[in-house]
């Protein structure tokens, strides 16, 4: 960390250490890869700006990437809802209609996961993507997130059990 304060070079290895982590966090909050690609670079030029300021307080320094990456997406939120914005999608043209209709299923509940984890507080949401996609342990997701080991499992519990109540209902509503 001492070292990429002085050296660039040094910055460029925690870049490509952190850069795939912050991608696909910010990726699975945002459900857009061009807007998780800008985001991811400006977390990484808003930590090279800050670096001289940055204080270690007993966490790591991928907790602070996470940081800001959190707000840049709680503004990216924001931003939108206040722009109407219209998505273009990929068009595949697969003429099996019996893989189109398995796609399209596919599609569907994948997107509705997605939207039920969206729907979640930024802690919880947080939380999956460190568990899930990235693959870290709860003590590397407390240290992260700031929180004890056993916070961490209880709000995992306590996620998932809001998520199965909330596809659960869809499902019979």
Do not use: C
Not at 62 to 80: E, G, T
């Amino acid at each position: 960390m001492e070292r990429a304060r002085r050296d660039p070079e040094a910055f460029g290895e925690l870049y490509l250490r952190y850069v795939r982590s912050i991608y696909n966090y910010i990726f699975y909050r945002t459900g857009d890869p061009e807007e998780a690609e800008d985001l991811t670079s400006r977390v990484f030029l808003q930590a090279l700006q800050h670096l001289p300021r940055f204080q270690e307080r007993g966490l790591p320094f991928a907790a602070w990437l996470f940081r800001i990456a959190h707000n840049l997406v709680a503004n990216w939120h924001r931003d939108r809802r206040r722009h109407l914005t219209i998505p273009f999608s990929e068009n595949g043209h697969d003429r099996d209609p019996e893989r189109v209709e398995a796609a399209l299923e596919h599609r569907e509940k994948r997107e509705r996961l997605l939207e039920a984890i969206r729907r979640l507080p930024p802690d919880r949401q947080q939380l999956l993507i460190l568990k899930f996609v990235e693959g870290l342990p709860n003590a590397e997701i407390a240290r992260i997130m700031g929180r004890t080991e056993g916070a961490i499992r209880v709000l995992y519990h306590r996620t998932l059990e809001a998520l199965r109540k909330e596809l659960t209902r869809e499902l019979s509503g």
